[in-house]
C-alpha cells in the first residue's frame, strides 16, 4: 500500500486497562475499549507542549490532559453500570480520565499508535 499524504490523520486505535477485580483481591480485569485520535502535526505538537512548558505549576497541572482532549475525538466499546454505550462528549471524557486505568490506557494507546505499536511486536 502507498503512503497516503492527508491534512488530517485520524484513526481508531485500541487500548485495554486493568482494573481492579472486586471479585478477586490482587487482580485485574482487563477492559478493552477504542479511542479515535488524530496525529497531530509535529509542528502544532512541539507548539502545545511548549505552550503548557511555559504555564506556571498550578495551571499546568490544571491543563495536565490538554494533549487527550486535542486529540482524542471519539470512543467506542465504552459502556455504562448497565452495559448501555455511552457517548463520548468531552464532559464524560474528563470523567473517564479521573480513573487512573482509563487515563493510563489511554496514554498507553496514544504512545503505542504514535511510535509504531505495542512494545514487543
Not at 3 to 21: E, G, H, I, N, Q
Not at 54 to 74: F, G, S, T, W
Not at 77 to 99: G, I, M, N, S, Y
Amino acid at each position: 500500500m502507498m503512503f497516503t499524504l492527508v491534512d488530517r490523520y485520524l484513526f481508531w486505535w485500541p487500548c485495554s486497562a486493568d482494573v481492579p477485580d472486586e471479585a478477586r483481591p490482587g487482580k485485574f480485569n482487563k477492559q478493552s475499549f477504542k479511542l479515535r485520535f488524530e496525529a497531530l502535526p509535529r509542528s502544532e505538537a512541539q507548539g502545545l507542549a511548549a505552550e503548557l512548558a511555559a504555564l506556571d505549576p498550578d495551571e499546568r497541572e490544571k491543563r495536565e490532559h490538554e494533549l487527550l482532549y486535542r486529540v482524542v475525538h471519539d470512543w467506542s466499546e465504552v459502556v455504562d453500570a448497565q452495559k448501555e454505550p455511552v457517548p463520548f462528549e468531552r464532559d464524560t471524557f474528563a470523567r473517564a480520565l479521573e480513573w487512573s486505568w482509563f487515563r493510563t490506557a489511554a496514554y498507553r494507546g496514544l504512545t503505542e499508535a504514535l511510535e509504531g505499536g505495542p512494545r514487543g511486536n
